[in-house]
């Protein structure tokens, strides 16, 4: 086996773990939120159109945020100020609910999004009672994401061919699950 | 395939009051319910109550006939959380029973066979059937695949099955499967989804 010309004899440093805090929201967050709510590369995963102005976010946090029974902001550790959003919502079974989050472009590659995904995995259990299966559905071409939900300790279990109409278009989604039994995953 | 004597094919017709007894032999044998969230049916006035509240109103709900029997019911739901602000939901899942005396005879395979052809062509905003086996139920795993259903994977504690956490194999028949069966009559389908989909505000990408 050939080695690399000088440099490591050992494996490259792991990346410090990002810290985050996940808190609930309140109206205040309005203009912190417009950093990823305004972005069409954030939205683009997500079944909402970027938000154009403050109005219609402020309408959304109020009657879709505070009353859900599980949206978090994410915060970097030692700020107030969140970067995305991570929520569980239940579906028609109350074993089951669904994960989703979003970043701001700026704190994207970081493992912000792993980190945010481990820590609602730690409290979501207890949060939500009779909760067994939290479970998450990405777009097939989005590996990234994918990779998220397999670094937090998600469970890839299957491909749902043309599962949902996003924007438009029919698309592949790949399940992924985590169960209340299973473990999540520390390091990268 | 050769088409089975005309007294044994299975069709599908509504349910009415009448059909309460051939629905409360079924719906009272553990057997036939062992994977269903409901007990088996005590009396015969409970399965009268399940058509009158549940079968009758419901969007798409078959009786299963052989040689003039009801024998079984199926019934195709499409999923709310894929509507989307008064668009219809892309996405239905199907499910079904059989009496156990007309198991092993490949009715359910041939009813799924009926009820997807059946909605695909009343629901042209439908891409997506699905269905689901308990893992532990492997005869209905084998309708599905025997009926041309895609087998995805296993989903892990999806639901609550009388108290306890049950994995479910999701199948899946779409849109493009059909066309694998019947290619003539198939495209001049796409033509008219593809115009009905335009006119819901979709984009069509052939």
Redesign the interface.
């Known amino acids: 086996m050939e080695h690399s010309t000088g440099q490591e004899s050992h494996p490259p440093a792991k990346k410090p773990a990002v810290e985050v805090t996940l808190r609930r929201f309140t109206l205040a967050y309005v203009d912190a939120m417009m950093a990823w709510a305004s972005d069409p590369l954030a939205a683009a995963p997500c079944r909402w159109e970027p938000y154009a102005s403050t109005e219609p976010l402020l309408a959304y946090l109020r009657d879709a945020v505070l009353p859900h029974p599980w949206f978090r902001a994410i915060c970097l550790a030692g700020e107030d100020r969140p970067v995305g959003a991570i929520s569980v919502s239940p579906t028609e079974d109350g074993c089951r609910a669904e994960l989703g989050y979003v970043l701001a472009r700026a704190h994207w590659g970081k493992g912000v999004a792993t980190a945010a995904v481990r820590r609602a995995l730690e409290t979501v259990f207890g949060d939500v009672e009779g909760l067994l299966r939290v479970e998450a559905l990405v777009d097939v071409p989005n590996v990234a994401s994918q990779r998220v939900l397999e670094k937090a300790g998600f469970t890839r279990e299957a491909v749902l061919r043309s599962y949902c109409v996003l924007k438009g278009r029919v698309k592949d989604m790949v399940i992924h699950s985590f169960i209340s039994t299973d473990t999540v995953m520390q390091q990268d | 395939m050769e088409r089975p004597a005309p007294e044994m094919e299975v069709t599908l017709r509504k349910f009415t009051e009448a059909d309460a007894e051939a629905l409360f032999s079924w719906a009272s044998d553990p057997r036939v319910v062992l994977f269903q969230r409901r007990e088996a049916y005590a009396r015969l006035d409970e399965a009268r109550r399940y058509i009158l509240d549940h079968v009758l109103p419901h969007p798409w709900y078959r009786a299963i006939c052989v040689g003039g029997a009801v024998v079984g019911s199926i019934s195709v739901k499409l999923d ?3 509507e ?1 602000g008064g ?1 219809r939901s ?2 239905a899942s199907v499910g079904y029973r059989v009496a156990h005396g007309y198991w092993g005879r490949g009715i359910a395979t041939r009813a799924v066979g009926v009820a997807a052809d059946a909605v695909f062509a009343e629901w042209p905003w439908l ?2 059937l ?1 269905a689901m086996a308990d893992v532990e139920n492997p005869a209905s795993q084998r309708v599905l695949e025997k009926a041309g259903f ?1 087998r ?9 099955l009388k108290g306890r ?1 049950r994995d479910m194999v ?1 199948f ?1 028949f ?3 499967d059909r066309k694998k069966t019947r290619p003539v009559e198939a495209h001049e389908e796409q033509l008219a989804k593809s115009n009905a989909l335009v006119d819901l ?3 069509v ?1 052939s």
Do not use: Q
């Open positions: 709310p959380a894929e989307r668009r892309s996405r891409v997506r699905e895609v995805e994977g296993v989903l892990r504690s999806y639901v609550v956490p999701m899946s779409v849109d493009s505000g979709f984009h990408i």
